[in-house]
């Protein structure tokens, strides 16, 4: 094995975006993603201050989206969603692109609103993971967004939100390492089901995968390192 267990629980951003998730469960989603050490959990943005709170003192991030799942928000709402992820305690975000204005061609858009929350996020020492949803993607927009990101320094490019017509490819992976830049890491979402399929986009250069089920991904690497 070329793994350990904490190697593959901090690759996880444990997923807790389904709508119909209740107070209860989004609590036990939390507190499973603490006992875990999982890399972070990534919230509904009106629980992530909660989430803060259970995560305080660990080495778990709190993390939400902006702009989810569409990303056909104004900037400048993207970038209040933004201010107030921070003030409620986010250490990473989780940003849609404009999906409309990158099919659109309007590059200068996508530049801006990127990077206003990007800007934002930073000042405030906090990460961004910029989200394409490839499934309504070309080849030729995924490539521009992988280099929009170098230039604005995004701390990932990232494959969907798992809410779109399809997730995570092995094509598309391949393709955001080839045009990322080194300082850019690249995350896998949707379809990340399974330990398999987790070492599998990791050998690709995949640092971060978003994961709802962490819990049988965990149970079988800790079954595989005789745990």
Known sequence: MDYTYQDIAKMIDHSLLNPTLTDPELEQGCRFALDSG???????????????????????????????????????????????????????LDMVVN?????????????????????????????????FENCYLKNEHKIRLCEICGELGADWAKTS??????????????????????????????????LDKLLEVRALGVTRVGASRTAEILNECKRRLGK
Not at 161 to 172: S, V
Not at 173 to 190: D, F, T
Request: charged share 20%.
């Open 38 to 92: 999982c890399a972070s959990v990534c919230v509904m943005p009106y629980y992530l201050k909660r989430c803060a709170e259970i995560l305080k003192g660990s080495t778990v991030k709190p993390s939400t989206t902006i702009g989810f799942p569409h990303g056909g928000h104004a900037t400048a709402i993207k970038v209040a969603e933004a201010q107030k992820a921070l003030d409620n305690g986010a250490e990473e």
């Open 99 to 131: 999906i409309s204005k990158v099919l659109s061609g309007d590059w200068d858009y996508v530049r801006w609103d990127i990077n206003g929350v990007i800007e934002l996020a930073h000042a405030r020492g906090t990460k961004v993971k910029v989200i």
């Open 161 to 194: 939100t798992g809410y779109g017509t399809g997730g995570a490819t092995l094509e598309d992976l391949r393709l955001m390492r080839a045009h990322s830049p080194a300082h850019v890491q690249v995350k896998a979402a949707g379809g990340i089901r399974d």
